[in-house]
Every structure is written in C-alpha cells, then in structure tokens.
C-alpha cells in the first residue's frame, strides 16, 4: 500500500511539471510544427493553415519585421514575429485564448507561477526586473547552450502573463520589431 501512495505522489508530480501530450511545446527553436528560420509560407504549410499577411498601417511593422498570427482565428493571442522573411520569435500572451495548450518541455505555461519558473530552470534563469512593470514583474531569461536561442517568461505579480520563444536577439527586445 505504501508503495502504491508512494507511486501516485510521484506521477501527480511529473504531470504537474511536465507538458501534456496534447500540448503544443515552446522550446528554443520551435512552436509545434513551426520552426525558427522558417519562411511563411514553410510554417503555413506546417500549420496547414495561412498567416495574416503584413500590414504596414498597425504602427509596429515594416517589410523588414511584423508580426502575425494565424488569420483562421485559431490560437489568438499566439504571435509570430517574422523578420527578413523569416520566422525568428513566438509569443504567447495571457488573454490568448489557445494559450492554456501551449508549454515548454517543463510544462511551464501562461499562468504558472514564477517560482515553478524557477525550480523547473534553476540557476540558469538570469533575472532581471520587468521594463515596464517595475518591482512587481520580472524578465526571466533561459538562454540556449548555443547562446543563439532563448526563451522569456515575463511575469507580473508572480505569475507568467507572457512567453516567449526564439532566436535571442529578437526574443529579448522589449517591444517586438523594434
């Protein structure tokens, strides 16, 4: 009998922290199908679905970088940032409607808390006090070995309102295409 507690405590444990198989997984260089380096019209094959195409008038994008989302309406609030033709970044906002299906290898999504965050990346996590939020949100960097890829999870008040995913120069601009 204590074997079987012992055997439920650990696998509610691994399930607690670790990505479901019907989640989509944010890792450094993908998206589900949809990979960093990708052209659009590669990831709207991988998607199987198109992406909204540039447009100049929203105050953010320019033919060198913009960002887009799927123009079915699935997964809204999920953003890709497209520089020179390229796929380089994926955010995954709070108020997405999909966001809840979307996690790291670590099971770490939208929501969590930040010291999930933290025990799931350790000393790997280089911190640092949100931009625009102040003491009470912080930038929670985790760089890729090759130091070319990372990922981000902004918090606020101890929560994850943000992730994001990609090649590290655009993954830690402040606000994107800037």
Do not use: P
């Given at each position: 009998?204590?074997?079987?507690?012992?055997l439920l405590a650990f696998t509610a444990c691994l399930f607690s922290t670790a990505a479901s198989a019907a989640d989509q997984i944010l890792t450094f260089t993908s998206l589900g199908p949809v990979q960093i380096g990708m052209s659009v019209?590669?990831?709207e094959k991988a998607l199987g679905a198109k992406l909204k195409p540039l447009d100049p008038r929203d105050g953010v994008s320019t033919e060198a970088c913009w960002l887009t989302e799927r123009a079915d309406g699935i997964q809204r609030g999920l953003t890709y940032?497209?520089?020179?033709?390229k796929i380089v970044r994926f955010d995954i906002w709070e108020?997405?409607?999909d966001a809840s299906g979307i996690a790291t290898d670590k099971?770490?999504?939208v929501g969590a808390a930040e010291n999930a965050v933290m025990s799931a990346y350790g000393s790997a996590l280089e911190a640092m006090e949100h931009p625009h939020v102040g003491k009470d949100g912080r930038y929670l960097i985790f760089t890729a070995p090759d130091k070319r890829h990372g990922l981000i999870f902004e918090t606020v008040n101890g929560k994850v309102v943000n992730l994001r995913g990609g090649e590290i120069s655009s993954v830690t601009l402040e606000e994107t295409c800037a």
């Open positions: 009998m204590k074997h079987c507690v012992r019209a590669d990831a940032m497209v520089r020179e033709g108020d997405a409607a099971g770490i999504r």
